[in-house]
């Protein structure tokens, strides 16, 4: 279970305990962009995902972080955009159907 699991809004947002949102802030911006790298490059095999630790951990954590900000925001605008994200090129594979624009379908 990952931390943002367990604390209450009073904890985080108020008491900033154990993490204050500077903390959350640069954890989601790591999770974020670890997982799109980590996909997009391969380096985790899209066809386990569902299987895999490493990917499911990950992930897990940084939706909750996400939900959090949705619910009571804590990060900057545009946190949760990669800006490194090529659009004509994340199209251009979304069209040939390449798995690697699909995960969190």
């Known amino acids: 279970m990952g931390i943002g699991m367990i604390l209450d809004d009073l904890e985080m947002y108020e008491q900033q305990k154990p993490f204050r949102l500077v903390d959350y802030v640069k954890m989601s911006y790591f999770l974020n962009h670890f997982l799109y790298k980590a996909v997009l490059g391969n380096l985790l095999d899209v066809k386990s995902l569902n299987?895999?630790?490493?990917?499911?951990?990950?992930?897990?954590?940084?939706?909750?972080?996400?939900?959090?900000?949705?619910?009571?925001?804590?990060?900057?605008?545009?946190?949760?955009?990669?800006?490194?994200?090529?659009?004509?090129?994340?199209?251009?594979?979304?069209?040939?159907?390449?798995?690697?624009?699909?995960?969190?379908?």
């Open 51 to 105: 299987t895999n630790a490493l990917f499911q951990s990950t992930h897990t954590l940084l939706m909750v972080l996400y939900r959090r900000d949705c619910r009571r925001s804590y990060t900057p605008d545009n946190h949760w955009l990669v800006k490194d994200l090529r659009m004509a090129a994340f199209f251009n594979d979304l069209e040939k159907g390449k798995k690697t624009t699909q995960v969190g379908k």
